[in-house]
């Protein structure tokens, strides 16, 4: 048997000699002593300041956590009759439980305000002109032309418009969020208040109110309001072009190639009746314009241009729904999908959560989750325990601009005589300056939002009347908007949130005035449906919505009158099974009433319905996927005349050129071929148009021009083509196209690689998520807190995957489907949701952006419903319970 060996020698040989190898503690202290002074002096400096640094590191933590919420045990909240139970799965998703409707508001604002005060704060000052309390003079133009369109006061006067059960439910919502920041300092709430401190800012969040919820509704409103800048361009560009010229911008709604959402009925004795023929419409006319009055519009223009995106700006904004019946579904019940279109930031929009009865009661009626916005109550998207609904924006024509000829500083003419405007001074309180007195001004037609600064208040001053006698004061300009009148839209958020089939539905629905939405329906039943609802004026025959008209006479008018509610188009269980809402045109010429005649061209309705139709039964996986199509309908149109032209400088060129040889026209984020044709498109709509037309009406490259250039194809000697900057050349469509071609190719070059197969669409195509406030402060490390930037990601503008950009600023997306949704009526466990940033207003919150790679990648989440499902899904579990 062997012996072990001993191995004491060994070791502590081997002790010794790392003790010779690593000086002791105190040895490296000696020798530290021994340094000269200089080495010393400058080791303490060092050593001082990185534990500078950590302290500093640790309060920033601190304090940019602080405001994070308690999601998880028990808190006591005075107000509550019973305890509230708030669920949340691992995306902090919430779903509520509580014994009565009262209860589950009071707990949604307390939610709201736990995960997206700040949000909520920022859109009250917004809605009420108040922002330059907080920001200072940089935002005092933003109020002024709030202030002068008066939300706060339109909303106030809404309150009392409002059953009191919605009365009732805002007041319960109020004191939830008041609840909660009652007890808390601002630095608890939400770190913009900390830094906003930084700047020198004393402010103290005040109580919410009802009215501050519906006043965010005037915002929604205001970004989804229709053809007032396309008023402004038709008249700016009618200085220096033809009748003709400007129409050709602005093409009638091809119907025989995009189908409508309702493809027949008609109004019988005031109703609509999905079988139903005939009707008729009307032929206004266009007037001329003076100089002057072009000078008014077009500094109302820049005024416009400078609001802030509230929810989104310009065209771009729109949205897409479609619902299927059974006998196209593989669940053998209806699904539903919708994905609106809006501005992007970060945060989102959207806020994904559920609110549900324990128990069904006369006084506990809700059981329904869907999307929702920070500061409302109730669900505005989603679906309950009978029905699904989804919203696209109808786009109808609820704005007009009215020349108004004024006389003095309170009086305009009408009708060759004189009347009085009503006036009243609003104060703005501008932080670290004085307070800013505004005068307001309107006629019958509105406002006079040509007042809304001071550099306005003499626009058109010195234009021409037809009228005799004296000119008086020249021209301002009023906005008549639907807006700015009371209605009970909250009514329809909470009915809708109760509706349990079609009737209750359209009787929510009739309530919904502003903005005027495509209502997309679906029931456990197995009906499909489709209504639009919306407060849309009738115009007197001078007027077709397309132009401002002249406010002193008042045949030009509104009559006062709205479409009725049940005049407006809707259809139950179409025959062909389903129903594809895209902003397109809602019903043929032959309605009688006038809703728009700016409609999106209906490419993506047209591409929606291509792939319904191909499909046969669809499974809640594959309308999924559909909502992420990126096939390019202008370059399925472009690409063969793009193909055709010849003499091409070189080799180098006609290698980018044969990326699109074999393209299927599709835009996913890693393709050359998407990468190559935008860049080309970009370059022939300047190459086109921006020597023909003034700076602020260049093509953004949407939808419209996708059908005016689509048009102008076939005219390859058109007027349009030639550059009219070179004065011994004509130029034509296929010298345009040539030239397009190789700066695009130069232009990949300089941006990616010199080889094509490297290019991807999208480098180009960035999604920069950007906080509404502080995400553009220009102090590079708060812009990086807030702001979550760099995705990559496909689709683009006016596909289905609508990822938008403007041709005149460069490729970034401008708006984009703020959210996605897939609705299985056969079980609601199975539908599918993704937000486009997180539930969480907190930067450092895990749920701040969590949805957006997710997003991205173009994949969605599971939607527990039943509370089997959500137990399931469970993360977190706060208990609210009422105060001793």
Partial sequence: MTEPADTTDSATSSAATDQKAEPTRGSRWQAFRRAPRAVRWTAWIALGLVLLLLVLAVAVVVVVRRPLPQTDGEIEVPGLSASVEVVRDEHGIAQVYADSDADLMFAQGFVHAQERFFEMDFRRHVTAGRLSEIFGPDTLETDRF???????????????????????????????????????????????????????????????????????????????????????????????????????????????????????????????????????????????????????????????????????????????????????????????????????????????????????????????????????????????????????NLGPDVTDLFLEQTEGDDRYVRDGGTEAMEVRTETIEVRGEDDVELRVRETVHGPLISDVSSEFATVGANAPTDEPGERGSGYAVALAWTALEPAPTADAILALNRASDWDSFRAAAADFSVPAQNLVYADREGHIGYQSPGRIPIRRGGNDGTMPVEGWISANDWTGDYIPFDGLPSVLDPEEGFIATANQAVIDERYPYLLTKDWDYGYRSTRIRELLEAEGELSVPEMAALQLDSANPMAETLVPYLLDVEALPSPYYRNALNLLRQWDFSSPADSPAAAYFNVVWRTILEKTFHDDLRQRTWPDGGDRWFRVVGQMLSEPAGPWWDDVRTDDVVETRDDILRAALVDARDEMTRRQSRDPRLWEWGRLHRMDLRNATLGDSGVAPVERFFNRTGWEVGGGSSVVDATSWDAVEGFEVTAAPSMRMVVSLADWDDSRWINLTGVSGHPTSSHYSDQTELYVDGETLPWAFSRDAVEAAAGDRLVLTPAE
Avoid at 347 to 360: A, S, T
Wanted: net charge negative; hydrophobic share 40%; proline share 6%.
């Fill in 146 to 392: 709030i202030r002068t369109m008066g939300w706060r006061r339109v909303a106030e006067r809404e309150l009392a418009l409002l059953e009191p059960a919605t009365r009732d439910a805002l007041t319960a919502y109020a004191a939830g969020v008041n609840a909660y920041i009652g007890d808390r300092s601002p630095s608890q709430l939400a770190a913009e208040y900390s830094i906003l401190g930084l700047t020198g800012l004393d402010y103290t969040p005040e109580e919410w109110e009802p009215v501050d919820s519906l006043a965010w509704l005037k915002a929604m409103a205001w970004d989804l309001r229709g053809n007032m800048e396309a008023e402004v361009d038709r008249v700016l560009l009618s200085l220096d072009h033809t009748e003709d010229e400007v129409a050709s911008l602005w093409p009638g709604y091809p119907f025989d190639e995009h189908p409508t959402i309702v493809s027949g009925g008609g109004v019988v004795d005031g109703v609509f009746e999905q079988n139903a023929t005939g009707n008729a419409t009307r032929n206004p006319r266009r007037p001329a314009y003076a100089p002057g009055v072009v000078t008014a519009l077009e500094r109302v223009r820049d005024r416009l241009d400078a609001m802030p995106a509230l929810i989104g700006k310009g065209r771009g904004i729109g949205s897409n729904s479609w619902v299927v019946d059974g006998e196209h579904s593989a669940t053998g019940a209806p699904i539903l999908a919708n994905d609106p279109h809006l501005g992007i930031s970060q945060p989102g929009i959207w806020m994904q959560m559920g609110l549900h009865c324990r128990e069904q009661a006369p006084d506990c009626t809700l059981d329904t989750a869907g999307f929702t916005f920070s500061g409302v109550p109730g669900v505005i998207i989603g679906h309950n325990a009978d029905i699904a609904w989804g919203f696209t």
